[in-house]
């Protein structure tokens, strides 16, 4: 699978689950939660926190958004043919999907179903975030686009710390310059303090 650099990838671990007592096979999950901080990066004893604001699918391009297992793969569910459906409520992003439709869809209904598969992540692309360095907290704000909501078994860290690190190492690297210039002029204060 081929990760796109302007795309992230979030897991949480909330539960998939099947519901049958119909002729499609539905499953449904929460594939984002709101205000609950999740620590995406540490470094030196620092961890990196991530918020999602309860706004920040408001205005998001959701037109077409996919459903797969771990972001790649056979399409099983889709907005576009109405067969995967995305609603915000005060917990976070659910998701409902018909995917009775293809072979891969019905052996992941099966898996959810039988507990293998618990697991749900999305790909998103930010419009806004803010930034607090007192709590090392980044929250997004605004999605601009949503491009896939997954079942995945094992969470992505490794994909999603590309984009994370990137962005947290870059913080920890400004945090850590500026104590070092703050510790230098200092020393230069103290130096001409004992010249004068």
């Known amino acids: 699978m081929t990760m796109k650099n302007d795309r992230d990838y979030r ?4 539960e998939a689950r099947s519901i049958d007592g119909s002729d499609d096979l539905l499953v449904e999950g929460y594939a984002a939660t709101f205000n609950s ?10 961890d990196y ?3 999602i604001d309860a706004r ?6 959701m037109s077409d958004v996919i459903f797969n297992y771990n972001h790649g793969g056979k399409v ?7 067969t995967l459906e995305l609603t915000t409520d005060s917990r976070g992003l659910h998701i409902r999907a018909k995917v ?3 072979v891969e869809g019905r052996n992941l209904h099966q898996e959810i ?27 997004i704000l605004k999605f601009k686009k949503i491009y896939d909501v997954s079942a995945v078994d ?3 860290y490794d994909d999603t710390s590309i984009q994370a690190r990137s962005f947290f190492e870059a913080e920890a690297e400004k945090m850590k310059r500026e104590a070092e210039d703050a510790e230098k002029r200092q020393r230069l204060l103290l130096l001409i303090d004992t010249i004068s």
């Open 76 to 82: 099983v569910a889709r907005t576009r043919n109405n």
């Open 154 to 156: 094992i969470p992505a």
């Open 49 to 51: 926190k991530e918020v």
């Open 113 to 139: 179903r039988d507990g293998y598969i618990d697991r749900m992540s999305f790909r998103f692309a930010v419009a806004e975030d803010s930034y607090d360095r007192k709590t090392q907290t980044r929250t």
């Open 37 to 46: 901080p999740t620590v995406l990066y540490s470094y030196d004893g620092v």
């Open 56 to 61: 920040a699918f408001e205005g998001a391009d």
């Open 11 to 14: 897991t949480f671990e909330v």
């Open 100 to 102: 009775g439709g293809t």
